[in-house]
Nanobody, 117 residues
C-alpha cells in the first residue's frame, strides 16, 4: 500500500486548508485511514480517522475545526480545517491500517502546512 498526500503549503491565520491522501495498492478494504500531525519539537498527534465503513473519530486537538471524509471509490482521505492558527503549523501525515488479516500499517511521507500570522 502506498499513500500520497497533497494540499499542503502556506496559509494565513484564520484561513482554511484541504488536504487529500490517495491510497493505492491492494487489500484497501476493511481499513482505517487517518490524519496525524507533528509540529516542530512535539510528538505526533492524532487528528482523526475514518473506517472504510464510514465511522469517524476525531482527536481533541482540532475537534470542531476539522472535517474528515473518505471516498472509498477513489481510495482517498480528505481533511478540511478552518480557523487556522500558527500553532497548526506542522507536517501532516496520512496513515492507513488494517487490523484484520492481512494486517498492515503504512504512513505517507507527510505534507508541510505553515500557518503565518
Amino acid at each position: 500500500v502506498q499513500l500520497q498526500a497533497s494540499g499542503g503549503g502556506s496559509v494565513q491565520a484564520g484561513g482554511s486548508l484541504r488536504l487529500s491522501c490517495a491510497a493505492s495498492g491492494s487489500m484497501l478494504g476493511s481499513s482505517i485511514m487517518g490524519w496525524y500531525r507533528q509540529a516542530p519539537g512535539k510528538q505526533r498527534e492524532f487528528i482523526g480517522s475514518v473506517t472504510s465503513g464510514g465511522i469517524i473519530d476525531y482527536g481533541d486537538s482540532v475537534k470542531g475545526r476539522s472535517t474528515i471524509s473518505r471516498n472509498n471509490v477513489k481510495n482517498t482521505l480528505y481533511l478540511e480545517m478552518n480557523s487556522l492558527k500558527p500553532e497548526d503549523t506542522a507536517v501532516y501525515y496520512c496513515n492507513i491500517k488494517r487490523r484484520v488479516t492481512p494486517a498492515y500499517n503504512f504512513w505517507g511521507p507527510g505534507t508541510l502546512v505553515t500557518v503565518s500570522s
